[in-house]
C-alpha cells in the first residue's frame, strides 16, 4: 500500500495564519495609541485573509483562490505602503505628563522626539533656577495625556546680568562686607586692586567707582588699602588649585604677590585655577616674587557642523556642553524647517564652556500668508525683510484703509527680490461740490453726508449776505477720498459804517497808555469788524499826553467802515 505525502505547505500556512492572529492581539493591546492605528490593522487583516486564502487553497485547489489571493498580496502591498509612510505623529494616549519642572531640557528635548511631539521653548532669567533647568511646563504632570502634539516649557537662561540692582557705598569698610554684597548680588565684573597706603589700615577700602543704581556686569572698580609696606612679610603660598580666579587675583593683591594669569582648556571647572608655578608651602615674597597660575577655559569643545542639524540637536548639544544659546528664526527657501541657516561658528572651531552661540533656524519657503489688516501685514513684512509697495484705489465695496488685493495667492512662494504689491482701498471716490453761494448750514449738511472734513473761515465783506459761501480751497468736480479736509471761505455780509464817539471821560491826561488800554476796549466793542491801530505822537497843541493828537486821521465824528483799517494817534510829551 502506498504512504501518503504529507502537506508541508499547508502546515506552514497554518503556522503563519496563528502568529498572525498573535500578533494581531498584540496590536491591539499594545499599540492602539499609533497614529496610524487603522492602516496598521487593515494590513493585518489583509494578511489574515491571505493565510486563510492560502490554506483553504491547498485543501481545495482552485484556480479562482490563487487568484483572490493574489489581489489581497497587492492590496497588503499598497497598505504596507502608507503604513510605512505614514508620517501622522503617534499620539500618546493614556500615558501621564512627565514632571519636567527642575529638569535640564535636553531630557525634555529627548522625551518630545522620542514621542512626535512639538517642544516649544521659551527661555526666561532666574536668579533661582540654574541654567537650562526647567521651571514651568504648559501641562501639569501626572496630566492623563490625549492626543497631544504640542509641549510648551519655560527653561531658565540663569542670572540676568543686564539686570539692574542696588549696591551701596563701601568706602572706609572692611572689604569683607562687599565680598559679601558681591556674592549675593550676583555681580559679575567686580575688579579689585590694592595699593600701599600709609594712612588706612590694611583691608579698608578706599574708593568704590559705582554706587547705587548698577547693572550686575557693570564694572565695579574697587582701591583697598594694602597698609603700609613695611607691614608685609613673606608668606608661605597657599594652594591655589581648583579655587576661582577671582579670589586667587583677591589672594595675590591682599599679600602684594605679583602674579601673571594665563588660560587654557581644561576638564576643571571654567575661570578655576589650574596650576601654579610656586608649589604649595614655598616662600613667596611681596612685590619681589611672581607666581604664574594657569585658568581653566572648560573643557575644549570643538564645533559640529550646526548647518546640518536640526534645532533640537543643537540645543541639546548646547546644554550637553554648558554653552549659552541665541535662538532666532527666519524664512529660507533652501533649508528645510527646523534646520540651522546659520551659526556663528563654524565646523571645527574650539571653543570653552559658556561662550555664547548664535542660531538661526528656518522657518521653511517663505510663503504668502492671508492677514486680516494692513498693520499686520506691514509688521510681518517688516520683521521678515519682505520687501513691498502699496498702491491706494478707490473702491465702493471696501472701506478706507482695508486691503483690496495682494499681488499673490496665500501660499504662494515670495521671491526676496520680487516686491509684494498690497492695493488698499481709499474707500468710495467724492466728487467736490462747488459749494459758492451756499450758506454754512447746507454745506455743513452735505459735507457730513459725503464724508469729507469742511472747515470755515470768513473772508470779507462784500455784497453777498453774512455766513453764504464766496470760496473754497479745492477745486469743484476734484475727486477725493473719504476724510479730505476742505476750507469754505464765508462772507462776513454788507460792511457797517460806524460814527466815532470819543468822550473826554475815556482819555486818561498825563497817561497815553492808559487811553489807548481804554479806546481799544471801547471801540472793539461798538465798532465790530473794524480795525484800529494805535500810535503815540508828539504834540505841539497840547500840554499833556494821553490827548487825541491834533493830526490824529480818526477823532471824533470820523466815519468808518467794517473791514477797513485806521489809525489813531494819542499824544506824549
Not at 550676583?186 to 600701599?196: C, M, P, R, S
Not at 457797517?496 to 479806546?519: M, P
Amino acid at each position: 500500500m502506498k504512504e501518503k505525502k504529507k502537506n508541508y505547505g499547508l502546515i506552514l500556512a497554518i503556522i503563519v495564519l496563528i502568529l498572525i492572529l498573535a500578533f494581531s492581539v498584540y496590536i491591539v493591546l499594545y499599540k492602539r495609541n499609533v497614529g496610524n492605528f487603522k492602516l496598521l490593522v487593515l494590513d493585518i487583516g489583509l494578511l489574515v485573509a491571505i493565510s486563510v486564502l492560502t490554506i483553504v487553497n491547498h485543501l481545495s485547489k482552485k484556480k479562482e483562490l490563487n487568484i483572490a489571493s493574489s489581489i489581497m498580496v497587492v492590496i497588503f502591498a499598497i497598505c504596507t505602503f502608507f503604513v510605512i509612510n505614514d508620517n501622522k505623529p503617534e499620539q500618546i494616549v493614556g500615558q501621564k505628563m512627565p514632571n519636567f519642572i527642575g529638569k535640564n531640557v535636553s531630557e525634555a528635548i529627548k522625551w518630545a522626539k522620542e514621542n512626535n511631539i512639538e517642544l516649544i521653548q521659551n527661555y526666561e532669567y532666574s536668579d533661582t533656577v540654574e541654567e537650562y533647568s526647567i521651571f514651568a511646563q504648559d501641562i501639569l504632570a501626572d496630566t492623563v495625556l490625549k492626543d497631544l502634539n504640542q509641549l510648551t516649557l519655560t527653561v531658565s537662561s540663569g542670572f540676568n546680568y543686564d539686570k539692574v540692582v542696588i549696591l551701596s557705598s563701601f568706602v572706609g569698610q572692611d572689604i569683607t562686607a562687599l565680598l559679601d554684597e558681591i556674592e549675593k548680588l550676583h555681580l559679575n565684573n567686580v575688579k579689585i586692586k590694592y595699593e600701599l597706603n600709609d594712612y588706612t589700615l590694611r583691608n579698608i577700602i578706599i574708593s568704590q567707582n559705582k554706587a547705587g543704581e548698577v547693572r550686575r556686569n557693570d564694572e565695579i572698580n574697587i582701591v583697598v588699602s594694602l597698609g603700609k609696606k613695611s607691614d608685609l612679610n613673606e608668606i608661605n603660598m597657599p594652594s591655589l588649585i581648583g579655587k576661582k580666579l577671582f579670589d586667587a587675583i583677591l589672594f595675590f593683591e591682599q599679600n602684594g604677590i605679583n602674579y601673571e594669569v594665563k588660560y587654557e582648556f581644561s576638564n576643571l571647572e571654567k575661570d578655576s585655577v589650574i596650576s601654579q608655578s610656586v608649589n604649595e608651602n614655598e616662600i613667596v615674597k611681596p612685590f619681589s616674587d611672581k607666581v604664574l597660575v594657569s585658568i581653566s577655559k572648560g573643557n575644549k569643545i570643538i564645533v559640529p557642523n550646526l548647518i546640518n542639524m536640526s534645532s533640537e540637536e543643537v540645543i541639546k548639544w548646547i546644554t550637553d556642553n554648558n554653552l549659552k544659546i541665541s535662538l532666532s528664526d527666519a524664512y529660507n527657501n533652501k533649508v528645510d524647517v527646523g534646520k540651522v541657516i546659520s551659526a556663528n561658528y563654524k565646523e571645527n572651531d574650539e571653543i570653552s564652556e559658556g561662550t555664547l552661540i548664535k542660531v538661526v533656524t528656518s522657518k521653511g519657503a517663505l510663503k504668502m500668508l492671508k492677514f486680516n489688516s494692513l498693520n499686520e501685514f506691514r509688521s510681518w513684512a517688516n520683521k521678515y525683510n519682505v520687501k513691498y509697495d502699496e498702491e491706494y484705489e478707490f473702491n465702493n465695496s471696501v472701506p478706507k484703509g482695508n486691503i483690496i488685493k495682494f499681488s499673490l495667492s496665500s501660499n504662494d512662494l515670495i521671491d526676496e527680490n520680487v516686491p509684494i504689491v498690497v492695493t488698499i482701498s481709499n474707500g468710495k471716490s467724492i466728487k467736490i461740490p462747488n459749494y459758492v453761494g451756499k450758506s454754512k448750514s447746507e454745506i455743513t449738511t452735505s459735507c457730513k453726508n459725503l464724508g469729507l472734513n469742511c472747515s470755515f473761515s470768513y473772508s470779507n465783506y462784500s455784497s453777498t449776505p453774512k455766513d453764504v459761501a464766496l470760496s473754497q480751497n479745492k477745486k469743484a468736480d476734484s475727486i477725493v477720498v473719504s476724510g479730505t479736509s476742505l476750507i469754505i471761505y464765508l462772507s462776513k455780509g454788507q460792511a457797517k459804517t460806524y460814527t466815532v464817539e470819543i468822550y473826554e471821560s475815556q482819555l486818561t491826561f498825563g497817561n497815553a497808555d492808559a487811553t489807548i488800554t481804554t479806546l481799544k476796549n471801547y471801540f472793539a466793542a461798538n465798532y465790530p469788524g473794524v480795525t484800529f491801530n494805535f500810535l503815540k505822537k508828539k504834540t505841539n497843541q497840547y500840554p499833556n499826553s494821553g490827548y487825541i493828537h491834533e493830526d490824529s486821521p480818526v477823532k471824533d465824528g470820523k466815519k468808518v467802515t467794517q473791514g477797513n483799517s485806521y489809525s489813531v494817534w494819542i499824544t506824549i510829551k
